[in-house]
């Protein structure tokens, strides 16, 4: 029973997959992108990783595929134009899927991977958060500065947003007064 | 109609301006400085009205203005006069905003062109439309947009 | 300008938008939300109203004005039979005068309620303000409906009168409105100014700053909720406002919050007139129409001489001209509207420049436009 | 669970294989869900057009039916039979799709709320989490709404529908956050147990009966958690006056614009579940839940049946009383504009969680710990429960009162008096 799910969830995982990469246009490969990482949550379920699967659709289905739409949206114009990708020959496109092939199969296959029943601490959300207070704490503490450099840098971007708002006619008549008022200052 | 005390400042100030002083009716080259003048001067800051009146008889249209002062009164009107053939007149809108849709209208439905206007479209009718349906020669029936018009 | 720059967004708002109070259309072209440029466009109603004027009779144009703006037929009656008479110098008695000072006033008062209700709605209050307004309304349109016999198209005016006097069962009604007036204004006016995001949503929104109001023709309350004292009932007084005792509000700003303010002031005054008209209507004289006019076919058959005629009344949205020439006949020659939503529309780019999306449909509504009217 | 469990039994045969059992009984329980929310979506509509209704001097529907109770249903035949309409430029997969990915992670929802003592369909450990998390699917949903109608209306409304989705989540997670501190989990469904006992103090004076009213609303870091929780919840069910996505006077119908018959239903439905969903969440979580006077009286006295009926009705009670709560506010406010949505849920709600998740944290301490994991700082082990639990709600009220007035201040707009003077 297990077994037919996982198969289930693997062909869905690896066909949206593919489709993210064959789609030839950009939102419909974001929204494969989006079915991917939902199937992967899925797939940590079966695990009865629910922490991780719940975080993972929390974290790529509602933030990051979410702000990548966004991104998409308000970048590209939503006219529909075939996109020109004529990246160069093909062969070297095949060379180099070749060559990551290569490298991630002997690295799955270095990898002495434990496959045990035991019960992982990182499985479970106390163990997590106090993985991540305990021995994690420095590269948790990191990461939560990086995450604030950026939210600093947002309101740096909104801060010039707002700087060069389109004015208003109420801006444009104080603007003049007080042009006039400068250049009364100015005459005597 | 027009405030007799203004009326006469305006027709002493601007002597040479006027085509008929007694209906305050001046020049098509002179309204921007008789607009000025009764602007700046008389304190008529609304320009209320614009009226175009075809006047079939003349061969012209007249051009009304209603100025008020916010300070109250009577409005005063001035106008100027063009042929209808080449109808054209300068536009009002640097001395008064307000005038820019009333020009506007003015073109569309009597076809007079104002100089200076800033965006004069049609504003009524769609902008392939031909001919200005307020001309009083402007045909009633028998239109060519009213679908086996002249058939009967 | 910067690497972050985002597209230019052309949107059409109208002419079937919910909130463009009827077939109007703007080309809005925004940058995010902001309004970088809007442009009105007009004319899906245009029925060439001028046209049709002048290939009547005189009589025949008073029931078309109804429609020139539907919620104040009373109004456009008014300032049409103002400029008729004033072109054939028709003598109105001073009964008729309280009549039509009464109707205008009630008018303006049903105006503002439904205004400021739309308003609200427009910055997607559910329907609450509205009902409020449209309750009052319903009221004063049962006034009309006696008077007149219509509700919203009255063409209840008559070149030297009115076409009937008031039924006697008029006036205990207009005691019971009255009664019920002042805590609706009270009511009504807690909805705005106890609401935050009311507001929020409406001050510092669409200034029309002072100095401009004027350059740009506004009339009616943008023009007074700018901070200029001007209205056409005090200005050039017509009918019997010359007799009557009442403020001319004024706002500070010029905001879409003092547009609203000054028609709930303007409600209160108009108020304080009906008060007045209550007392002195019993004593007039004259009856309801000029006796050399009381017949019909003497109304159909009026020749007023060759000349011209501009006359104004205050309509609850601005100042309402009519314009005519006269040349003998039994049709004006020229005969013109000069809309007050029309004209008090030319600031609305301009005002609406730099602001939101959300803020077009709220400064819109404080223009308070009828489409009838603006049109034509 | 276990409940279920015996009434899938019985309509099971006994030799079932054990997948089959399993299947049948998750079929059941999520028929039972559907159905009821189904009609619950209904009765939501019907009760917000008569509650408006009142408010506008109204009657509202009151034909079809008794009181109009079933013109939900002469609605819905409406909408089944209207013509599907796919705009020609529209991305047909993704419009069609667009409904269904908004409504199903609502439904979603569903699964792991409590509905009764007993009555939980997945008892999920990461509850708030799974909650969070699914909510945050349908914004895909909206967004492939937006974008599949190609309508700039739609597309506005859906980028509306996604700022506001991420801006009040971060709140809305964060109020929830304060609570799984003080239960010390992320299960839903022990959430209402926690808050059995007497106002405040809960369960912790011996003694006391239990009155189902130890709800986490009534001390002082539940109570601004609620507050924060529910004006999430409205902005994320878009309810005014946080309905800025499909605000009909600006853009129309926001990403809905271009969806007519079914389709549009479904939307309409998934708007309503959700709605009803963050009701029964807020319920859950700081009203009690099924928590209420009676509940632990009838389980004592050994009628566990009575006991989940009665519970059912208090935690629907609950839920009715904060939806009709929402349609009050609808009806009496307008909606903001971005800027100030957005500026209300930075500079208000998220400083403001983030002093109550502090709060929180307190009160744990002051509650739970020992005085050796206060370093020896704090005296607090002789102190009984219930004083601990006093000391440490004058606490936090100090700290989320001071709070709340600190926010409120620093944010107050300059005053704009624009006063109407006569001339």
Known sequence: ?188 | ?152 | MSAHESQLLQVNIGPQHPSTHGVFRMEVTLDGETVVALRPVFGYLHRNHEQLAEASSYIQTMPYTDRLDYFNSMTSNYGYALAVERLAGIEVPQRASYIRALMSELTRILNHATAIGFMINDMGAWHTALQFGMREREKILDLFEMASGARMMCNYFRFGGVVRDLPPEFLPYFDQLMRGLPAFFDEFEQLLRDNEIIVARSSGIGILPRDVAAGYSVTGPVLRGSGVPYDIRRAEPYGIYGELAFDIPVGSVGDVYDRTLVRFAEMRQSYRILQQIRERLPDTGGGHINPALANFGKQKALRPPAGEAYARVESPKGELGFYLVSDGSTQPYRYKVRAPSFINLTPLGAMCRGHLLADVVVILGSIDIVMGEVDR | MNRTIVISQILVIEQAPGWLVAALNHAIIAGVLLIGGAITMMLQVWVERRLIARMQDRLGPNRVGPEGILQSIADGIKMFTKEDIIPRAADRWVHLLAPIVALAPIAMMLAVLPWGRGLVAVDLEVGVLYIAAVSSISGVGLMMAGWGSRNTFALLGAMRSIAQLIAYEIPLIIALLGIVLLTGGMSLARMPELQAGIPLFGSSIPGAPDLGLGWFIFTPVGLLGGIIFFICALAEGERTPFDIPEADSEIVAGYMTEYSGMKFAVFYIAQYLLNFALAVLSAVVFLGGWQGPGVAWLADAGLGAAASLLSLLWLLLKAWGLFMLMVVIRAAVPRLRVDQLMSFAWKYLLPLALVNVASAALWVGLTEWSSIEWGNLLPVDGLAPWQRIGVAALVTAVINLGATRWVLRINRAPAAAPVVVPA
Not at chain 2, 4 to 20: C, G
């Open chain 2, 1 to 152: 109609m027009s405030d007799q005390p203004a009326a006469v400042r305006l027709t002493a100030a601007l002597p040479a301006a006027w085509r008929d002083a007694a209906r305050l009716e001046a020049h098509a080259a002179d309204l921007p400085a008789v607009a000025r003048f009764v602007r700046d001067r008389l304190g008529y800051a609304m320009l209320t009205n614009l009226t175009a009146v075809d006047d079939l008889a003349r061969g012209e249209i007249e051009v009304v203005y209603h100025v008020v002062s916010p300070a109250g009164g009577a409005p005063l009107a001035f106008r100027a006069r063009t042929p209808r053939a080449a109808a054209r007149l300068p536009s009002l809108v640097a001395c008064w905003p307000g005038a820019e849709l009333q020009e506007r209208e003015a073109y569309d439905l009597f076809g007079v062109t104002f100089d200076g206007h800033p965006d004069l479209r049609r504003i009524y009718l769609w902008d392939d439309f031909v001919g200005h349906p307020m001309r009083r020669d402007f045909p009633r029936q028998g239109d060519k947009y009213i679908a086996g018009a002249g058939e009967e």
């Open chain 1, 1 to 188: 029973m297990v077994t037919v799910i996982f198969i289930a969830i693997a062909s869905l995982i690896i066909a949206s997959a593919v489709l993210v990469v064959i789609s030839r246009e950009i939102v419909r490969a974001a929204l494969w992108l989006i079915a991917t990482f939902f199937a992967v949550g899925a797939l940590y379920l079966l695990l009865e990783a629910e922490f991780i699967g719940v975080a993972q659709v929390l974290v790529y289905v509602g933030a990051v595929s979410i702000l990548i739409l966004f991104a998409i949206m308000l970048t590209r114009q939503h006219e529909r134009h075939e996109p020109a990708w004529r990246a160069g020959p093909w062969w070297i496109a095949l060379a180099g899927v070749i060559g990551l092939a290569a490298v991630l199969i002997t690295t799955i296959g270095a990898v002495p991977w434990r496959l045990t029943d035991d019960d992982l601490p990182v499985s479970r959300a106390p163990q997590l958060g106090t993985a991540l207070m305990r021995e994690y704490l420095l590269p948790f503490q990191l990461a939560a500065i990086v995450l604030l450099v950026a939210l600093i840098g947002a309101v740096v971007i909104a801060m010039e947003e707002r700087r060069r708002r389109t004015p208003t006619l109420a801006d444009d008549i104080a603007a003049q007064r007080g042009a006039a008022d400068r250049a009364e200052d100015g005459t005597p």
